[in-house]
């Protein structure tokens, strides 16, 4: 009977379960996502890196000269043959950007451009070019110039692939020295706001003092500035002219000391969010076994409160690193000399407008960024469930003396936060510091100044309003697809991996790959480019990770028995999706949407490339204003970021709780 069975399984057909027709349909739409998230990520970042390793040299052999002096032409020579003799380009000069040149009369000492004689020039090959004054000249034939027209001959350098950018890149003291220094203010940086923020922490969590409530907002409300902000607020308090420059010491706040304060301060509540949420984790029972073995609060401390928590506080310290490292908006407006990898990849373009070696900086600052999201998401991986079925909340125990000292410790941190936005908004309303402290609207006369006017804080309200919109639709129904689907492995995989990536990618570095790929002439998609719809685009790709992971936590809240219910009720996917998944999931819908509209109001790095006369930005607004020196103009820009974000909290809060009352009824059941 074995043996025969087993005949009978070893000859039958292998059964698969056909593809339904939602099955089709949820696998199209995901792959129409994959290919956004193609489109918008992968492609820019295969663009910025092809760049990086695009070099440019001068060909020397590639120009032949010939000279008149009276006496008919001389032989044919090659740059190469006179740069042997005279040595006039050295072989690093050969080296070059993409808009490099050189003039043809460095191969000629003795030119003068009121003499008698004549020049002829041709290329050998046409893979080069030179100039004729603005005049490109790309063929291979004989040009005949005289001598006052040749002095405008400039030879065009030949592109080649290598990596000559990434050479030059760490053989300058200069630029090699940024990513020290970026390395140092954000292990620095990271220290100190992981231990602030895990105090912080420890008092909402472990004490029963008062005010909870008011500590947590007032917190959270670095998220809703510009990295801007604080820059401008430490120079009214310790610049030149500051309030508090005594207390420095003689040090200067322009450089690693505002860069390490200001840092600490916006990236606070990302740390303090998560080690809240990984001590709130905390089992009960430990710490009763532990009182009931006599341990000391102080050992009680070490090893069990530090061990539970530590996934939370290697996560957090991966956050603020990456936050710090890839900021540009601060070190841009405090950092005075000290280089950081991030201003550098600005002062590359936008400076000396060398692309290539701007794209070889922003793959510098992408390795410390990647490294840093490839650990975490191991740490991650490794971290098992705190909590049980059997598990205890934790509920603080009142002490009076140590509750004082986390009310103390809350209230110092709480006024060092309001008080940065507090300068902020003191400046913006000063009329001219420190020589006139009269208190005036003036400095918030934005259309006589420098960085748009009102239009741009109005074209940040409709870029938040469209990444949210945009974004939210996107990011969830492709967290929908992939959540939901119950086939295509490899399909969910590669789209989860595509998803995940934003995360790892700094918003200059996004911003730059942006240039090179959407405005390339060749491109379909070249007309989007300094539109507002680049800017859309940027935006809800550059935030879309932390979006699809809120989307796929509440999705994995429904049991799958939905879906198994509206097949046998014969009911398409899209109209459990419409009456069933969105309404359950509506609180996290509008969580993901507020969050877009924030990052989208505060957003600097990402947009600094992208911005047109026409689509200009309020976080660029700031910038541009600080760098007129419109320091109180730009604080009040700032401060007006600040209040659009507090009055969209406050919306999103009204409609959560309307939603709540009206969709949610069913969890106080």
């Known amino acids: 009977m074995t043996s025969t069975a087993q005949a009978i399984n070893a000859t039958a057909p292998l059964i698969r379960p056909k593809t339904s027709r939602d099955d089709k349909i949820m696998i199209g739409y995901m792959l129409v996502v994959g290919l956004y998230l193609i489109i918008a990520l992968a492609l820019p970042l295969y663009a910025m890196l092809s760049k990086s390793v695009s070099t440019f040299y001068f060909d020397l052999n590639n120009f032949e000269f010939q000279v008149n002096n009276g006496d008919g032409w001389s032989a044919p020579v090659t740059a190469f043959t006179l740069n042997e003799k005279l040595q006039a380009v050295q072989p690093e000069q050969l080296t070059t950007s993409s808009d490099g040149r050189l003039a043809a009369t460095v191969f000629f000492p003795d030119f003068s451009f009121r003499g008698p004689a004549e020049y002829r020039i041709r290329q050998l090959n046409p893979d080069s070019s030179f100039l004729v004054g603005s005049k490109r000249i790309v063929d291979t034939e004989w040009h005949e110039f005289e001598s006052n027209t040749f002095r405008r001959i400039y030879l065009r350098a030949s592109r080649s692939t290598g990596l000559n950018n ?11 020295l940024s990513m020290k220094n970026s390395l140092i203010i954000s292990l620095i940086s990271t220290l100190i706001t992981v231990s602030l923020a895990f105090g912080f922490a420890y008092a909402l969590t472990r004490s029963t003092m008062h005010f909870k409530g008011l500590f947590r907002i007032i917190a959270m409300a670095p998220i809703l500035v510009p990295s801007l902000l604080p820059g401008i607020a430490l120079v009214y308090l310790f610049g030149n002219q500051g309030m508090l420059k005594e207390l420095l010491l003689g040090e200067s706040i322009y450089g690693p000391i505002g860069i390490v304060i200001g840092s600490v301060f916006f990236t606070f509540p990302h740390a303090m969010i998560i080690i809240t949420t990984a001590l709130s984790l905390s089992d009960a029972r430990l710490y009763e076994a532990a009182i009931s073995l006599r341990a000391s609060r102080w050992k009680t401390f070490w090893t069990v409160t530090i061990p539970g928590a530590r996934y939370g506080l290697f996560s957090a310290a991966f956050v603020v690193f990456n936050l710090v490292i890839t900021d540009f908006g601060l070190p841009k407006v405090i950092g005075g000399q000290y280089n950081m990898l991030a201003v550098d990849i600005y002062k590359q373009v936008i400076g000396q407008q060398n692309f290539e070696m701007g794209a070889v900086v922003s793959v510098v600052l992408l390795i410390p960024a990647l490294l840093a999201f490839s650990i975490d998401r191991v740490v991650q991986k490794k971290q098992v469930a705190q909590l049980s079925a059997r598990s205890v909340p934790f ?4 002490h009076k003396q140590f509750d004082a000292i986390c009310l103390i410790y809350c209230v110092l941190v709480t006024v060092f936060i309001a008080g940065l ?15 006139d402290l009269s208190l005036s609207l003036n400095n918030y006369n934005f259309d006589v100044m420098d960085g748009g006017g009102w239009v741009s804080w109005a074209n940040s309200i409709r870029l938040a309003l469209y990444t949210a919109v945009a974004g939210t639709i996107i990011v969830f129904c492709g967290a929908y697809m992939v959540e939901k689907t119950n086939r295509f492995v490899a399909t969910r995989s590669a789209f989860q991996f595509l998803a995940m990536m934003p995360m790892a990618i700094p918003g200059m570095v996004l911003g730059l790959a942006y240039i090179f790929f959407f405005n390339n002439p060749a491109n379909p998609l070249n007309g989007i480019y300094a539109t507002m719809g680049i800017l859309v685009v940027c935006t809800v790709t550059h935030f879309y990770t932390v979006s699809h992971l809120t989307a796929i936590t509440a999705l994995k809240q429904m049991d799958k028995e939905f879906e198994s219910v509206a097949s046998s009720l014969k009911q398409p996917f899209y109209k459990l999706l419409s009456k069933v998944t969105v309404p359950v999931c509506l609180p996290s819908v509008l969580d993901i949407s507020i969050y877009l509209f924030v990052n989208a109001m505060t957003t600097v790095s990402a ?11 309020a976080s660029v607004a700031v910038l541009n204003m600080d ?26 809060l009204f409609i959560t709780r309307k939603v709540m009352r009206k969709t949610q009824a069913w969890r106080t059941r």
């Open 166 to 176: 990434y050479r030059i890149y760490f053989s300058t003291p200069a630029l090699f």
């Open 395 to 398: 509920e603080p125990k009142p």
């Open 421 to 435: 936005i507090g300068v902020c908004q003191y400046a913006a309303l000063i009329k001219f510091w420190p020589y």
């Open 607 to 617: 947009v600094i490339f992208l911005y047109s006369p026409d689509t200009t930005l």
């Open 627 to 652: 760098d007129a020196g419109d320091i109180a103009p730009a604080a009040a820009m700032g401060m007006m970021i600040f209040y659009s974000n507090v009055c969209a909290r406050l919306l999103h």
